[in-house]
């Protein structure tokens, strides 16, 4: 099993829908969980951490599922600008370096017209 | 202030000639990471740094690739012997701690003919 998963999509939404997408993890043990977006070409960028009682910035929420070991992300309201490539990033795996982050290998949303 | 620099921005190389490409981290993040990024696919971790510890070289995928980090600042990461297989964008990361958020510099795009 890998240790980071997401759904690679695309997942195309219209505007103004919302969307929602899951990343499972595999160490029981992770203490950090990130969503990061990262557009055509360009670095990834932090969007948000994900916190233990969920959490909310804007029209995003992410919430974190210990007992099944995933994170969401929920965009309502989507916009034009949202479409890019979501990358799930979680603590402490195998691969991401000891103590490090292991990023998955993202979902790409495409939010049209 | 300053984010993650690398330089440099695009490197276009003959196969079998070696190549250097450098980070400089935000300063006094302890933890820096580079990752390797082929055409339309996710993060491929290579190495990571903490602090003075050890390096953790898992990510490497061959002993063509090394990678320094002198004074716990600026990182090289050298490819020997390039092949037309390690065209990627190379991506360095750093943060404060390792399970902290990681901010991406810009990366190097690099092309073996």
């Known amino acids: 099993r890998k240790e980071v998963e997401q759904d690679p999509g695309p997942f195309n939404v219209p505007e103004g829908a919302t969307v929602a997408f899951n990343c499972t993890y595999s160490n029981s043990a992770s203490q950090s969980f990130f969503w990061y977006r990262q557009d055509c070409r360009k670095e990834p960028k932090l969007l948000m951490s994900v916190y233990s009682s969920g959490n909310e910035d804007g029209r995003f929420t992410a919430q974190l599922n210990r007992a099944s070991q995933y994170i969401s992300l929920l965009i309502r309201d989507s916009k034009l600008s949202d479409s890019a490539t979501y990358l799930c990033?979680?603590?402490?795996?195998?691969?991401?370096?000891?103590?490090?982050?292991?990023f998955g290998k993202g979902t790409h949303l495409i939010i049209q017209p | 202030g300053a984010g993650v620099s690398q330089s440099p921005s695009n490197k276009v190389t003959e196969k079998g000639k070696d190549v250097e490409l450098r980070c400089d981290p935000i300063s006094g993040h302890t933890a820096l990471y580079w990752y390797r990024q082929s055409l339309g696919q996710g993060l491929e971790f290579l190495i990571y740094?903490?602090?003075?510890?050890?390096?953790?070289k898992s990510g490497l995928p061959s002993d063509r690739f090394s990678a320094e980090r002198t004074g716990g600042s600026v990182s090289t990461l050298t490819i020997q012997r390039t092949q037309q297989e390690d065209s990627a964008v190379y991506l360095c990361a750093s943060g404060y701690r390792g399970e902290q958020p990681q901010h991406f510099g810009d990366g190097t795009r690099l092309s073996i003919l």
């Open positions: 990033v979680v603590n402490g795996s195998m691969g991401g370096g000891a103590d490090g982050l292991t």
């Open positions: 740094f903490q602090g003075n510890s050890a390096p953790d």
